[in-house]
């Protein structure tokens, strides 16, 4: 039993984390058609605004990572739900560009603060905790868990907003916006992380000291190639199966719901496998993986009717393997280089290597229609409409 000065509440944080990516499911896939429906702003305005909402965002990274080290992650996740809980809100009275504008900047702020802390909130958790499963096994928990939420938020959003009407789309805004504030509730009650913050400051262990450390900026680096990688299954499959291989549109969807039950069930069971190799052999692995989903989508072509289906879901399941074996062994692998009392800063740096994935990844033309990739980025650093 874990003692009242330990890490406690690590089930209750897990479900907490597919509460909010419920939310994050439910509105995401909506996008620009929210205001195109609500407001009489251009779309080409809009489009605009919410560039601008996500670019002020980019410095964030380096303040949370700071206040991280300093206060401890977890406040830093609960106030990230709750900035979000109020965008949202805000979202649902939106008439003109300000109040887009302001909305959409709500919710980026906490979109890049909660990305920015979370993944220190759970090795903090582990830190101060009595679990006997490794960091990297919790961050594939997380990872199945925000899966499960965002492929449910999607689809009952697709559901839901079938009818079109102005009402509906309000509504949708406001269970959003319950769901990161019941987040936010359950964290301040029931999680803590002990002593997993509390460790003895370095002598010199400011962002300065971070950029000195070249192993870990190439780990950033490389990173950036894995993300952009992670985010191409939902970017560039519902191209190739419909102006390329000239097939229906709910291929793509069949194709991505098996990817995201596969990563909901699959993420810890096959991490835990993984524990006896070295990190970097198994990203290793995720690479290779990736080759071979991209060499099948090759061999393709129109005409060959007979060989799409098998082809897809056996390249769909060599994806969802370096899907699983990457995104918690390479958030692992920096939590592991990082000085524990730099941590805050070093796993915030470490998102660079998804927000500048997801803003240099081609779109999807037409766009992804599919309910389980409800946001053009990565499930670990999502981004906002």
């Known amino acids: 039993m874990i003692s009242d000065h330990g890490s406690r509440g690590g089930g209750i ?14 509105f995401l896939p909506l996008s620009l058609v929210y ?22 965002t980019l410095p964030i990274p380096v303040w949370a990572g700071t206040l991280a080290d300093r206060f401890g992650a977890l406040p830093l996740v609960v106030g990230a739900q709750l900035l ?50 490794s960091r990297d096994t919790w ?21 839901v907003v079938a009818d079109g009407r102005e009402a509906t789309y309000r509504a949708v805004a406001y269970v959003a916006a319950g769901c990161f504030a019941l987040a936010a509730v359950l964290i301040t009650a029931f999680v803590r ?6 460790h003895e400051p370095l002598a010199r262990s400011g962002y300065a000291t971070l950029l000195r450390d070249r192993p870990f900026l190439g780990l950033v680096a490389l990173n950036s190639v894995y993300a952009l990688s992670s985010m191409m ?22 194709v991505l719901a098996g990817n995201a039950v596969l990563i909901t069930l699959l993420s810890a069971p096959v991490v835990r496998r993984l524990d006896g190799f070295r990190r970097t052999r198994s990203i290793v692995v995720a690479a290779l993986l990736w080759t071979g989903w991209c060499a099948s989508l090759a061999v393709l072509g129109p005409g060959q009717a007979g060989w799409v289906l098998p082809v897809l879901i056996g390249g769909t399941l060599l994806f969802t393997a370096a899907e699983l074996v990457h995104a918690p062994v ?18 915030a740096t470490f998102q660079y290597s998804f927000a500048v ?28 409409p």
């Open 233 to 254: 299954l939902g970017v560039a499959l519902p191209t190739v199966v419909l102006t390329w291989l000239a097939q229906p549109a709910w291929l793509t969807s069949v």
């Open 139 to 159: 961050y594939a928990l997380a990872n199945g868990a925000r899966t499960a939420g965002l492929a449910a938020g999607g689809l009952v959003t697709g559901i």
């Open 357 to 384: 994935s997801s803003i240099i990844a081609p779109r999807s033309s037409p766009p992804c229609s599919s309910w389980v990739r409800p946001c053009r980025g990565s499930r670990w650093a999502c981004s906002t």
């Open 193 to 198: 992380t002990g002593p997993g913050h509390a």
């Open 35 to 56: 205001f195109v429906q609500l407001t009489d702003v251009p779309l080409a305005l809009i489009g605009i605004l919410l560039s601008i909402a996500n670019a002020i």
């Open 330 to 347: 390479s958030m692992g692998l920096a939590a592991a280089v990082a000085p524990p009392a730099a941590r805050g800063r070093y796993l």
């Open 84 to 133: 979000q809980a109020v965008g949202f809100l805000a979202y649902a009275w939106v008439a003109g560009p300000v109040g887009i504008l302001v909305s959409a900047a709500l919710v980026a702020i906490g979109v890049r603060f909660f990305w920015s802390a979370v993944f220190t909130a759970i090795a903090d958790h582990v830190d101060g905790g009595t679990s006997t499963l």
């Open 13 to 26: 944080l897990i479900g907490a984390l597919a509460v909010d990516s419920l939310g994050n499911g439910l």
